[in-house]
């Protein structure tokens, strides 16, 4: 084991909460051989029910211990308390719906004896683990991913080996000394801490069956460009949230909702909504009304009950978010509210109006919490506008007309399309992932437990069939 270690501190006050030592290269190589020795030995594979039981009891712990869980997800990612409840309750959940979908993988037969050639025969298909999954996280929901892309693999009865944020390990060991004390052997779930040289391995080694991957756009796709061949990969970038407004919505129902798919988490949510296209008659009073609702946010320590917006995570992403607004305002988009730092390590709640198209702002993911209100004229040009971007995650329209709704959501470039609800919005079971640059594969619990399988045919012939 390397003598280099992590430091995990705090987003808000950079305090020193734990330190936990780096893996080096021989760590990794030895947690790979393990699980690669698993995925080879089917008899090793632990029996549904166990599998079943194991998670059943990680749910009772989970629960036990839901305060600690909490805190800690709190205090290293920087999420307010009060959605950090929000993430761990869904979390539970996700471990109910992992058992859940187990019952649903069973075999499906393949008609035979359709022709001369196929008589005699009798065919089914019935899924199998998929091998070693490497599973690479990211710190924004530092419990919650950690579920939707290990316990799949365990469920499933797939070896994992887990790398999360370096920002927010905490919560990934949490929850495997929750899986290891719930009966779940050691070697079926591994957690390792190492640096990007070591993770780039890790992913890339011809030993992986499978990597799910969350996190940027350029890591992801460069990760991808390196797997070996074999490996199959589902990858969970970012977007920049289209959402259309039509004028006959109504704005006390629209505006909380945007304000909070915006600034929820500080904006560090890949589908917050961030460039929002209202009718130009409408635009301005719009953009002050949720100004308001930005300028009443409780800004500040994520570990205070009255916080509602807490620290971006590091602070070169205040710096980084703070010249994005000021290129924004410098070239023509009108500052609403906000636009400073608070402190070195919070940003206050930013809303613009009418930045132009070709600045960072209009057209990259901020990862902050800005929102950028556009005016239009023009249905279909403010879809073309929103359609421009090489991203494509979740989008929402908000209208009481269904024939416009529907017509959004036929010609708007996204994964998914909510009516009259924010961008942000999203259940552990429901389909979830980004089409283009925004990802790879489809994310959600049921939906990773299929891709941590594979389809096995066989084919009985038999003369008295």
Known sequence: MSKETLKVLSPYDDRLIKELPLDDSKVINRALDVARSLADDPSKTLPIPERIAI?????????????????????????????????????????????????????????????????????????????VVVAISAFNHPFNLIVHQAIPAVAVGCPVIVKPADTTPLSCLNLLNILYEAGLPEQWCQMVVCSVKEAEKLATDPRVDFLTFIGSSKVGWYLRSKIAP???????????????VEPDADPNYVLPLLSKGGFYHAGQVCVSVQRVFVHKELALKFANELAKLAQDLKVGDPLKEETQVGPLILKREVNRVHEWVEEAVSKGGKLICGGSKIGETCYEPTVILDPPDDVRLSRLEIFGPVIAVYSYTDRDDAIKRANKLPLSFQASVFTKNIDVALEVVKKINAASVLINDHTAFRVDWMPFGGQKESGLGVGGIPYTMHDMTQEKLIIIRSSVL
């Open 55 to 131: 998670l059943e009891r990680a749910i009772k712990l989970t629960e036990e211990r839901y305060d600690d869980i909490v805190k800690t997800a709190a205090e290293e990612g920087g999420k307010p308390l009060i959605d950090s409840r929000v993430e761990v309750t869904r979390a539970i959940n996700g471990i109910r719906v992992a058992i859940d979908t187990l019952s649903h993988m069973g075999s499906s037969e393949i008609p035979m004896s359709l022709n001369q050639a196929s008589l005699n025969r009798m065919a089914f298909t019935f899924r199998e683990p998929i091998g």
């Open 230 to 244: 074999g490996t199959r990969c589902a990858l969970e970038h970012g977007g920049a949230a289209p959402v259309i």
